[in-house]
Nanobody
């Protein structure tokens, strides 16, 4: 069973920083991409940052220049460094992995349970 485990969320002051991490564990054949999404109350889930195994990262316009995603393929872990946080960054942040569970199965998306990030004075 594939599992994504997020950590690093919490409460932070505006202008502060947090670093999220997400590790993929369990039995799987290959990971093609990992990324971060977020969902605020009353809003749709949106892309924050995502990368392929090649390392190219796509960021939402709202976080460009403030957030940085990195990936450790050896550890099957992706990180999200969040700087200059704003109240509008408040949301549940979800880890996503596009992976193939087994060699004989097709690739599909897996999601973590989410971690709360609250930016408030």
């Amino acid at each position: 069973q594939v599992q994504l485990v997020e950590s690093g969320g919490g409460l932070v002051q505006p202008g502060g920083s947090l670093r999220l991490s997400c590790a993929a564990s369990g039995r799987f054949y290959n990971i093609y991409a990992m990324g971060w999404y977020r969902q605020a109350p009353g809003k749709q889930r949106e892309l924050v940052a995502a990368s392929s195994s090649g390392g190219s990262v796509n960021y939402a316009d709202s976080v460009k220049g403030r957030f940085t995603m990195s990936r450790d393929n050896a550890k099957n872990t992706v990180y999200l460094q969040m700087n200059s946080l704003k109240p509008e960054d408040t949301a549940v942040y979800y880890c996503n992995a596009d992976l193939r569970p087994s060699w004989y199965m097709e690739r599909k998306d897996y999601w973590g349970q989410g971690t709360q990030v609250t930016v408030s004075s």
